[in-house]
């Protein structure tokens, strides 16, 4: 069975950084493949952030945040990591990982943490 995990939200000041981290268990990490972040605003559908291939290669990222959030993983700590620096308030959402498919759509995948919540100040 499939866990995933986040933490790392908070409040923050525009312009601010802050790290969210998704920790797995139940199954090995690393056959997980494709990882991935998603956010949800208030009032709007679930939208891509960034993904991350199995070896940590590969990665890509919404347009929106491309220069300044930077998607990793570790592996041997089973946790996929989203660095997100030079927060706008536009980036407040709830941010969930996911694994279990692949691409940019939250229909492909199969498996979902419970998300935390960013909140970015003016």
């Known amino acids: 069975q499939v866990q995933l995990v986040e933490s790392g939200g908070g409040l923050v000041q525009a312009g601010g950084s802050l790290r969210l981290s998704c920790a797995s268990s139940?199954?090995?990490?690393?056959?997980?493949?494709?990882m991935a972040w998603f956010r949800q605003a208030p009032g709007k559908e679930r939208e891509f952030v960034a993904a991350i291939s199995r070896s940590g290669g590969s990665t890509s990222y919404a347009e929106s945040v491309k220069g300044r959030f930077t998607i990793s993983r570790d592996n041997a700590k089973n946790t996929v990591y989203l660095q997100m620096n030079s927060l706008k308030p536009e980036d407040t959402a709830v941010y969930y990982c996911?694994?279990?498919?692949?691409?940019?759509?939250?229909?492909?995948?199969?498996?979902w943490g419970q998300g935390t919540q960013v909140t970015v100040s003016s």
């Open positions: 996911a694994t279990g498919g692949a691409g940019i759509s939250p229909d492909e995948y199969g498996y």
């Open positions: 139940g199954s090995t990490f690393s056959i997980y493949g494709m």
